[in-house]
């Protein structure tokens, strides 16, 4: 075989191999039928019934409270926000990328830019307050806030994050 051909068939088994990579990876999330508000109460409820605590840095207390945080936000504003430029450029790349996989990974220690720090709590109140900002963000018939990260939102895209962000934390539950 000549050297010409070797690399073209290198090069062509190569962009195969990307791609069906790249396939296999972004498949391999949640149903994005099932990025509900009530699925994602029913999830949450049947995890708080269970023995269950948290490995990685926060506590239960402080997991719940920084999903309530995020949903609260998207009705009353985020704090601090990400340049618009990064906001219609990766933040929109990864946000796209996330739904149609239908999961979120992020780092699930660091706090809402500007958020209040969470303190230890107590896992009963932060677990109400988190089934409340989900309530109302169900029921919410205002105006949506930008996304510190992605920007502007619908309705519908922000119970795909909302529930996406809750569903990459409950995987740090033991």
Same mark, same amino acid.
């Given at each position: 075989?000549?050297?010409?051909?070797?690399?073209?068939?290198?090069?062509? =088994?190569?962009?195969?191999?990307? +791609?069906?990579?790249?396939?296999?990876w =972004?498949?391999?999330?949640?149903?994005? #039928?099932?990025?509900?508000?009530?699925?994602?109460?029913?999830?949450?409820?049947?995890?708080?019934l269970?023995?269950?605590?948290?490995?990685?840095?926060?506590?239960?207390?402080?997991?719940f409270?920084?999903? &309530? #945080?995020?949903?609260?936000? %998207?009705?009353?504003?985020?704090?601090?926000?990400? %340049?618009? &430029?990064?906001?219609?450029?990766?933040?929109? %790349?990864?946000? %796209?990328?996330? &739904?149609i996989r239908?999961?979120?990974n992020?780092?699930?220690?660091?706090?809402?830019?500007? +958020?209040?720090a =969470?303190?230890?709590?107590?896992?009963?109140?932060a677990?109400?307050?988190?089934?409340t900002a989900?309530?109302?963000?169900?029921?919410?018939?205002?105006?949506?806030?930008?996304h510190? +990260?992605?920007?502007?939102?619908?309705?519908?895209?922000?119970?795909? &994050?909302?529930v996406?962000?809750?569903?990459?934390?409950?995987?740090?539950?033991?």
């Open positions: 075989m000549n050297r010409r051909k070797l690399i073209k068939n290198t090069l062509l =088994l190569g962009t195969i191999g990307l +791609a069906g990579g790249t396939s296999a =972004l498949l391999n999330g949640y149903d994005v #039928q099932k990025l509900t508000i009530e699925q994602a109460t029913i999830d949450l409820q049947s995890i708080y269970l023995p269950v605590k948290a490995e990685g840095g926060w506590n239960l207390s402080q997991i409270n920084h999903l &309530a #945080q995020s949903i609260e936000y %998207s009705m009353t504003g985020y704090p601090e926000h990400k %340049s618009d &430029a990064f906001k219609s450029t990766l933040g929109q %790349s990864a946000f %796209s990328v996330f &739904a239908g999961k979120m992020h780092d699930l220690i660091e706090p809402i830019p500007g +958020a209040p =969470l303190g230890a709590g107590n896992k009963l109140m677990f109400s307050r988190l089934l989900l309530n109302d963000f169900k029921n919410f018939q205002g105006s949506l806030q930008p510190f +990260a992605y920007g502007e939102l619908t309705h519908q895209q922000y119970t795909v &994050a909302h996406m962000h809750i569903n990459n934390h409950l995987e740090v539950l033991v």
